[in-house]
């Protein structure tokens, strides 16, 4: 399918999107100073190091050193869709560059830090960031693999832990060095169609996608989830999932800004401090993945604070252990927010991931694109609005954009659900080349790749076995080329992941097979390699 901008259906809405809707006249900027004036004094972000003392940020704090960072950025040269690159584990700073980014019109680029340097070079490159600001444990891998860039800046801690080595880049600049003088930063005439960031996502393509929101995206995520998510300005939100995705950036730290509560941010999930930390701070809310709940069901539950968490199911059987209602959820990073979401204030069927949210089309349909009955399993799709409540585009890939979406406008999650009773929808898989590592995405195809680049290896095939904290983790089944030595082959094989790829995406186990097993017109059976691995349990 090719892109036709003038006659395709999600030109057309992009077209009627920028007559008037909901965010017109508004970008981020705005929410933060309205913010800043209606609630100055409210804690906004309250950082909970794993070591020192906690440090809160007040809404007028935050908005002024955004607008000090976002000053110093200009005056490095940082301008309107600008690319900075922001390779951080959680900490406040990430989340004052993100914002200050948003003050001067730049593009805020968020990866994740557990990547490789060839990762960290696809992205860069990818995304022709200019500028980045990370941490003293990665500084040296950004510095290689990020290329060309104008400037370098180093916070002075990993995620709160005090670094190992004083070392730095040559060129590396302080986080204080970047602050300037906040009554300088650039202003700009709101613009709600303008980019705000890139995160990128893994598909069932070699490569991750870079997913590109506007300020209407961002705006739409604030208000969107702080709704389904019932946030009030009384809430403390709890937020231990990684900053550089979706889930933390809009579900908690955007929807709290809209709700003009307060998020108590934490480097990452940590069981053993999780009710200290919630009960010291009153947290109400959380966002939740399974293995989450796994970890925390020993521990002893407390007297506590929480109204509600929010996990990918709705009443999970922990509910009544933990004492808290939990609605369950479906989004993902093209989305912005639930495109299925359950409703706190009624029951909810236990495991199900909601109903459609009023905010979208959804559609269930079979491989002849009717929609599906009861009981039976379709594709998800979804309808909105580019740019405001779907992703704007695949960065500088306007081919992967098109695919994305179906001739009359759906977008295909390639995600697979059963219909429900009453229209409630539960999760069947997804595309069964992605895997989910401990709530991360892994492309089957980009292990693969670098897989079949070990001498010796004729056939890869990289698929899912069931885990039981980490939900699933990648097995490699490899087929040798006929006279190939196999001796150490698994070895190298794992070892040139480990030096390539992320260490979730690593293949917990690499096996060297003999044949492998084949589908019609001779396609690697990867239905059967998961049967073989789930019934040795």
């Known amino acids: 399918?090719?892109?036709?901008?003038?006659?395709?259906?999600?030109?057309?809405?992009?077209?009627?999107?920028?007559?008037?809707?909901?965010?017109?006249?508004?970008?981020?900027?705005?929410?933060?100073?309205?913010?800043?004036?209606?609630?100055?004094?409210?804690?906004?972000?309250?950082?909970?190091?794993?070591?020192?003392?906690?440090?809160?940020?007040?809404?007028?704090?935050?908005?002024?050193?955004?607008?000090?960072?976002?000053?110093?950025?200009?005056?490095?040269?940082?301008?309107?869709?600008?690319?900075?690159?922001?390779?951080?584990?959680?900490?406040?700073?990430?989340?004052?560059?993100?914002?200050?980014?948003?003050?001067?019109?730049?593009?805020?680029?968020?990866?994740?830090?557990?990547?490789?340097?060839?990762?960290?070079?696809?992205?860069?490159?990818?995304?022709?960031?200019?500028?980045?600001?990370?941490?003293?444990?990665?500084?040296?891998?950004?510095?290689?693999?990020?290329?060309?860039?104008?400037?370098?800046?180093?916070?002075?801690?990993?995620?709160?832990?005090?670094?190992?080595?004083?070392?730095?880049?040559?060129?590396?600049?302080?986080?204080?060095?970047?602050?300037?003088?906040?009554?300088?930063?650039?202003?700009?005439?709101?613009?709600?169609?303008?980019?705000?960031?890139?995160q990128f996502t893994s598909g069932t393509t070699s490569r991750p996608k870079a997913v590109l929101w506007t300020h209407a995206n961002g705006l739409w995520g604030a208000k969107t989830n702080a709704d389904h998510e019932d946030l009030r300005a009384d809430d403390v939100h709890l937020t231990f999932l990684p900053l550089f995705h979706t889930n933390a950036q809009a579900y908690s730290v955007l929807s709290t800004l809209w709700a003009g509560g307060t998020t108590v941010v934490q480097p990452r999930f940590s069981?053993?401090?999780?009710?200290?930390?919630?009960?010291?701070?009153?947290c109400t809310w959380c966002s939740m993945v399974p293995f989450m709940l796994r970890a925390l069901a020993p521990l002893p539950v407390p007297e506590h604070s929480y109204r509600l968490w929010g996990n990918g199911v709705c009443a999970p059987p922990t509910d009544e252990h933990f004492g808290v209602t939990t609605i369950g959820w479906w989004g993902m990073t093209e989305t912005i927010t639930h495109g299925t979401v359950g409703d706190w204030r009624f029951p909810n069927p236990t495991m199900s991931m909601g109903r459609p949210a009023a905010e979208y089309g959804i559609a269930v349909v079979g491989d002849d694109g009717v929609p599906v009955a009861v009981g039976?399993?379709?594709?998800?799709?979804?309808?909105?609005?580019?740019?405001?409540?779907?992703?704007?585009?695949?960065?500088?890939?306007?081919?992967?954009?098109?695919?994305?979406?179906?001739?009359?406008?759906?977008?295909?999650?390639?995600?697979?659900?059963?219909?429900?009773?009453?229209?409630?929808?539960?999760?069947?898989?997804?595309?069964?080349?992605?895997?989910?590592?401990?709530?991360?995405?892994?492309?089957?195809?980009?292990?693969?790749?670098?897989?079949a680049t070990v001498p010796g290896v004729a056939e890869v095939a990289v698929v899912a076995r069931r885990h039981e904290m980490l939900d699933e983790v990648p097995v490699a089944f490899v087929l040798p080329a006929p006279g190939a030595s196999i001796e150490a082959m698994a070895e190298l094989a794992v070892a040139q992941c480990r030096a390539q790829l992320a260490d979730f995406k690593v293949p917990t186990e690499v096996r060297i097979v003999e044949e492998l097993p084949r589908s019609t017109l001779e396609k690697i059976a990867k239905a059967e390699l998961r049967q073989l691995l789930a019934d040795e349990g």
Not at 5 to 15: D, F, I, L
Not at 60 to 77: H, I, K, P, Q
Request: aromatic share 8%.
């Open 1 to 198: 399918m090719s892109w036709d901008p003038n006659s395709h259906p999600v030109a057309a809405v992009g077209r009627q999107l920028r007559a008037n809707h909901l965010f017109s006249g508004r970008d981020i900027p705005w929410l933060v100073e309205l913010q800043a004036r209606r609630r100055g004094s409210h804690p906004f972000v309250v950082w909970e190091p794993f070591e020192g003392e906690p440090r809160t940020w007040t809404y007028a704090g935050f908005a002024d050193e955004v607008a000090s960072v976002a000053a110093g950025m200009a005056r490095r040269g940082i301008g309107p869709e600008d690319r900075v690159l922001l390779h951080l584990d959680n900490c406040p700073e990430l989340l004052i560059a993100w914002f200050a980014c948003a003050r001067i019109g730049a593009i805020a680029v968020t990866t994740n830090t557990r990547s490789a340097a060839p990762e960290i070079t696809y992205y860069a490159d990818k995304a022709e960031v200019r500028a980045a600001i990370t941490q003293p444990s990665l500084a040296s891998v950004v510095d290689d693999a990020a290329g060309d860039l104008d400037w370098l800046v180093v916070i002075d801690h990993d995620a709160g832990d005090a670094p190992a080595s004083d070392e730095r880049p040559a060129r590396a600049d302080s986080w204080d060095a970047l602050h300037g003088d906040p009554g300088s930063a650039p202003s700009r005439e709101a613009d709600p169609l303008a980019p705000l960031s890139v």
């Open 271 to 282: 069981a053993s401090r999780f009710w200290d930390v919630s009960l010291r701070h009153g």
């Open 376 to 451: 039976e399993t379709g594709r998800l799709k979804v309808l909105g609005t580019p740019g405001l409540s779907l992703f704007a585009e695949y960065l500088g890939d306007p081919v992967a954009t098109a695919a994305a979406y179906d001739a009359d406008g759906w977008f295909d999650t390639g995600d697979r659900v059963r219909v429900g009773e009453g229209g409630w929808l539960h999760f069947a898989d997804r595309d069964k080349d992605m895997l989910k590592v401990g709530g991360e995405n892994v492309a089957a195809s980009e292990v693969e790749r670098v897989i």
